[in-house]
């Protein structure tokens, strides 16, 4: 019975959203404001983790919603409309770290390791994950430096491969290589104390 009610409860709020996102698409103002405050909260965690500044990142949730509802009439509704928003925030602020130009992308182009130090570090993005807590895994990711932090969140976090991370940032892919290895490396350092006082915390 049980099942059944959270089955017809999850038909109803799809339903309710493909209503919503049909009225977002024909321009209805309250509607696409509906949708900005369902979505904005999580969204906006998806940001700061590119992005360490809250306002700019704010700020690139509120530009990447333009761009959502400019492309609504795009989302064939066969996939994860989430998942569909989330890959344009990533971009927005991928763009917003072009824009800045702190720090360019493309970094360590001559930092090359051997196939096994990267086999080998493949399981440390998930230590980091299941050993801290969310709040403290984001805050030593949003310590890296923009170049690091991108690559390592779309390789970890979005679940990109190195050719897809390549081809967004215009980087090449050992670029991509280097740098994810290059963060986890960083991140190994920032977080030696953390993991010591955690493992006697568990």
């Not at 991108?150 to 390549?166: C, K, M, Q, R």
């Amino acid at each position: 019975m049980n099942w059944c009610v959270t089955q017809t409860t999850l038909a109803v709020e799809e339903e309710q959203l493909k209503l919503l996102i049909k009225q977002c698409a024909l321009g209805k103002r309250l509607a696409q404001k509906k949708l900005f405050e369902k979505f904005y909260g999580k969204l906006l965690g998806v940001c700061m983790r590119y992005i360490s500044d809250h306002d700019q990142a704010q700020e690139v949730v509120q530009e990447g919603f333009i761009k959502i509802f400019d492309k609504l009439a795009d989302f064939d509704f066969k996939g994860s409309f989430e998942g569909w928003m989330r890959r344009i925030i990533v971009n927005a602020a991928i763009d917003k770290i072009r824009y800045n130009k702190r720090q360019a992308i493309s970094t360590d182009n001559d930092f090359l390791l051997g196939a096994n130090q990267y086999e080998e570090d493949d399981a440390f993005a998930n230590e980091v994950l299941i050993k801290l807590k969310a709040e403290e895994a984001m805050k030593a990711v949003q310590s890296l430096s923009p170049a690091y932090r991108t690559v390592f969140n779309l390789y970890v976090i979005e679940n990109y491969s190195h050719s897809e991370i390549a081809k967004i940032l215009g980087i090449s892919e050992g670029t991509s290589k280097s740098n994810l290895a290059k963060a986890k490396q960083n991140l190994r350092k920032l977080l030696e104390e953390k993991f010591s006082r955690l493992d006697n915390e568990l």
